[in-house]
């Protein structure tokens, strides 16, 4: 009986949230509850490109552990806040790696993105809070994605969204 009823405690607080925000948690929640990441290469030749994905690789790495704690976008916001400068050292670690010797530039700001689907999780075209780290000039093609909530990133094409209340929702129910 106890568990019917956190079973019924807990969906009504889902429906809630559904209520609230019209869906559910990553399908269509106001652009201000996300915080995306921007990297942009040097350039265009093919070996900017994919010192990018190296960055972007390392850069995720060190992110993740930072915002796995966040509860709201805001905390996420500080704490990347906090580490801009070891952002840059992270992706200009791999510059260096790969003997490119410009730098990197982190910095947290507005931006416009397109219209962007991560796994069934639509995001409509608009300006969101971002992560920016410009490699270079910053001037060739870039790689975007959700920093917050938190998006997990496993290549360059797939991305899975992790949902707090569906990790709650499994705990519970083992």
Same mark, same amino acid.
């Given at each position: 009986? +106890?568990?019917?009823?956190?079973?019924?405690?807990?969906?009504?607080?889902?429906? !809630?949230?559904?209520?609230?925000?019209?869906?559910?948690? &990553?399908?269509?929640? &106001?652009?201000?509850?996300?915080?995306?990441?921007?990297?942009?290469?040097?350039?265009?030749?093919?070996?900017?490109? $994919?010192?990018?994905?190296?960055?972007?690789? =390392?850069?995720? +790495?060190?992110?993740?552990?930072?915002?796995?704690?966040?509860?709201?976008? =805001?905390?996420?916001?500080? +704490?990347?806040?906090?580490?801009? &400068?070891?952002?840059?050292?992270?992706?200009?670690?791999?510059?260096?790696?790969?003997?490119?010797?410009? &730098?990197?530039? $982190?910095?947290?700001?507005?931006?416009?993105?397109?219209?962007?689907?991560?796994?069934?999780?639509?995001?409509?075209?608009?300006?969101?809070?971002?992560?920016?780290?410009?490699?270079?000039?910053?001037? !060739?093609?870039?790689?975007?994605?959700?920093?917050?909530?938190?998006?997990?990133?496993?290549?360059?094409?797939?991305?899975?969204?992790?949902?707090?209340?569906? =990790?709650?929702? +499994?705990?519970?129910?083992?």
């Amino acid at each position: 009986m +106890k568990k019917f009823l956190a079973a019924i405690l807990l969906l009504a607080g889902v429906l !809630g949230i559904v209520f609230a925000f019209g869906k559910l948690p &990553g399908g269509g929640i &106001g652009k201000d509850a996300y915080l995306r990441v921007h990297i942009r290469a040097d350039s265009n030749e093919e070996a900017a490109q $994919a010192v990018k994905y190296k960055v972007r690789d =390392e850069v995720v +790495k060190f992110l993740t552990p930072v915002v796995a704690s966040c509860e709201k976008k =805001e905390e996420a916001m500080e +704490k990347i806040g906090e580490n801009l &400068g070891a952002i840059e050292r992270v992706a200009e670690g791999v510059l260096q790696k790969n003997g490119f010797s410009y &730098g990197a530039r $982190a910095s947290l700001r507005k931006e416009e993105f397109p219209t962007r689907v991560y796994e069934g999780v639509t995001l409509d075209a608009g300006v969101y809070d971002a992560l920016i780290l410009e490699l270079g000039s910053g001037k !060739g093609d870039n790689w975007w994605c959700v920093v917050y909530p938190p998006l997990c990133f496993t290549g360059a094409n797939n991305v899975v969204y992790k949902s707090k209340i569906a =990790e709650i929702i +499994k705990k519970f129910f083992g």
